[in-house]
């Protein structure tokens, strides 16, 4: 059965619609990401669960009950903060302890004792008497999620928890979401903005635009058959290039607008212009001689952006930029001309 | 150097005011509330502080700038949090709604109280013609009459100064509440409440001092059997011509204020150290 199911949402703020009509459900215990760009509407559709915004119509079922018109305080859900909203007048012990005071669970003892436990999940024992406001972001962060799970709701929402955090921080917590996640058996609903941090976490992906749902599917699924070209770009930061799609005897091929020719799978079903998802990881980038001997496409170097371990370039081919990703046991300087290929597999075909 | 000497020729006029037209007076009141004919003398202090009737001014005073002071705070606390919900242009006609009596003096608005609750006034009248209140009801020269006339003189200063620490609050502290089981009532009393406690404070610091020292309302307000010190003071100077009896009530006002705001202060302080 499923825990969180959202039927037909429609949501207005004044006569800006930002959610025309949305459908989606979370299974118990199952971690679904809400992924999309800033503005897309994912935070206002996790707020609709946790029932801070209304909706315009629509109706929001939590564990089998229509909640749609209950305030949040009578919901059964924890959520979690961008800016972690700990009480800055209460220490960490008594921001840990707020759910369960306020909702009169358990006794003075079982609440210490479920603070305790709560802190422990954390490692943050030893600052119970701290205040909030002493502590670092990271800390902070995980005084927040303490918070969140001591009540033990049916339902955990997330609210870009992660992005204020530096890069290490954050996947340290990323691991830790996923244990207590997992031991705990909590429905989660999640909502980054992060590719990576979708891919990493979850079991399902909704990614949105515009208040719709462009696709969804597991991590694995979504990323490597996107169905459309945002999905694409947004999972992945494919390079979009334009082409069209002919016969030959050898199979489709797909034509370049500057008349270079890249051959498709031979299962490749779609004919005439078409737009080509190409991962940056999937070009393999060799000596301009190869393209010369016809394998591969002609490309130039535009800039190499050194990343330690790896390096982007950025090419020029047929009038578009293409961002790929490299080792270094190659190296290539702007102006270069180089040749370009990628395994017909990999391409990926989708509508202009 | 040449800095500091600049700084200090910056700040000369400021403290030479300072001193000339605040500091000085003030030490001569002490000197003259301790002087009598024959030199120094308590004599002033001993008269106040073992005649009942001066006693009872003070506690009078004490008690209604504290009443003054907590009524403003029930009014100016949810009013302030409304305006700092509110949208900006609303925001700015309320803000305007609330100082709106300062730009007028306050004689005149105690006048327009008068008017109002005088025996043959609007409120009275009305209230008699209901069958509410006996024949005889009168507000005007009473406690009432001043606690009513003070507060709408002062609460503007309460609900400006709680204005400000509301709208410093993170909206999602109250949406967090929410979700951690709170209604709205009782996010307001654990968390905003709480977190806007300096305002209401400073607010009540302001209200406060400035009903213990006022003069105009309540002696028009509570005519010349409800004194308060400041109105007895008043007297001393300018009816019976004792101005060492009114240095010594001075003080004894100035004190007794120290006494109720120590305390005060240290305790809301600490809680928000």
């Known amino acids: 059965m499923s825990e969180i199911n959202l039927s037909d949402i429609h949501k207005s703020f004044g006569k800006v619609e930002v959610i025309p009509g949305v459908s989606f459900s979370v299974e118990r215990g199952e971690f679904v990401s809400l992924l999309g760009p800033s503005g897309c509407g994912k935070t206002t559709l996790l707020r609709i669960v946790a029932g801070l915004e209304t909706v315009s119509s629509g109706r929001v079922d939590i564990a089998g009950t229509d909640v749609t018109h209950l305030p949040p305080e009578k919901r059964d859900i924890a959520m979690m903060f961008q800016s972690y909203a700990l009480l800055p007048h209460l220490s960490v012990a008594e921001n840990v302890r707020f759910p369960l005071r306020m909702r009169g669970i358990g006794s003075r003892d079982e609440q210490n004792e479920r603070v305790k436990t709560a802190l422990d999940t954390v490692q943050l024992s030893h600052l119970g008497d701290r205040r909030a406001r002493q502590l670092s972001g990271g800390q902070q962060q995980r005084v927040a999620l303490a918070r969140a799970i001591v009540s033990r709701p049916k339902v955990l929402l997330l609210d870009e928890p992660l992005s204020n955090l530096d890069a290490r921080l954050r996947e340290d917590m990323q691991v830790e979401l996923i244990e207590i996640h997992k031991n705990l058996g909590l429905t989660t609903l999640f909502v980054t903005h992060d590719q990576e941090e979708a891919l990493s976490l979850s079991d399902r992906i909704i990614l949105i635009k515009g208040g719709r749902i462009e696709q969804e599917g597991t991590p694995a699924h979504i990323y490597a058959q996107p169905s459309t070209s945002f999905a694409s770009q947004f999972l992945g930061s494919a390079n979009m290039l334009s082409a069209v799609v002919e016969d030959t005897g050898s199979g489709p091929m797909a034509v370049l607008g500057d008349g270079q020719r890249l051959p498709l799978a031979l299962d490749e079903a779609a004919r005439g212009a078409v737009s080509l998802a190409l991962r940056q990881e999937d070009l393999v980038l060799s000596d301009a001689s190869d393209a010369d001997n016809g394998a591969g496409l002609k490309a130039k170097v535009r800039a190499r952006v050194y990343l330690g371990a790896r390096n982007r370039y950025v090419l020029e081919l047929a009038g578009a930029s293409l961002r790929i990703l490299t080792g270094n046991d190659q190296l290539f300087a702007r102006g270069d001309d180089v040749s370009l290929t990628i395994a017909p597999e990999r391409i990926r075909v989708l509508a202009p | ?273």
């Open chain 2, 1 to 273: 150097m040449t800095d500091r000497l600049e700084n200090m020729a910056l700040v000369m006029p400021g403290l030479l005011l300072l001193g000339l037209a605040f500091i000085l007076p003030v030490l001569q009141m002490l000197v003259l509330s301790v002087s009598g004919p024959d030199g120094f003398t308590l004599e002033h202090f001993t008269r106040f502080l073992s005649d009942s009737y001066y006693l009872g001014i003070l506690w009078r005073t004490v008690r209604l700038s504290a009443l003054i002071t907590l009524i403003t705070a029930l009014i100016g606390f949810p009013l302030a949090y409304i305006m700092a919900k509110s949208g900006p242009r609303l925001r700015l006609w309320l803000t305007l709604i609330v100082i709106l009596p300062l730009m007028t003096s306050v004689v005149i608005r105690t006048f327009g109280w008068i008017v109002l609750l005088g025996r043959s006034g609007m409120i009275p009248s009305m209230l008699r013609d209901l069958g509410l209140v006996g024949r005889s009801f009168s507000i005007i020269q009473t406690e009432s009459a001043i606690v009513i006339g003070m507060v709408q003189v002062l609460l503007p200063f309460m609900t400006l100064s709680v204005l400000g620490v509301v709208m410093s609050i993170d909206g999602r502290l109250e949406e967090a509440a929410r979700t951690m089981g709170c209604s709205f009532m009782k996010t307001i009393r654990t968390v905003v409440l709480p977190l806007s406690l300096p305002g209401i404070v400073a607010g009540g610091l302001l209200v406060f001092t400035l009903s213990a020292s006022s003069f105009v309302t309540p002696s028009l307000l509570g005519g010349s059997r409800i004194q308060v010190l400041a109105g007895s003071i008043y007297n001393a100077v300018t009816q019976t011509l004792e101005w060492e009896f009114a240095a010594a009530q001075a003080v004894i006002l100035f004190v007794g204020v120290a006494l109720v705001l120590v305390p005060y202060l240290s305790v809301t302080g600490r809680r928000n150290g």
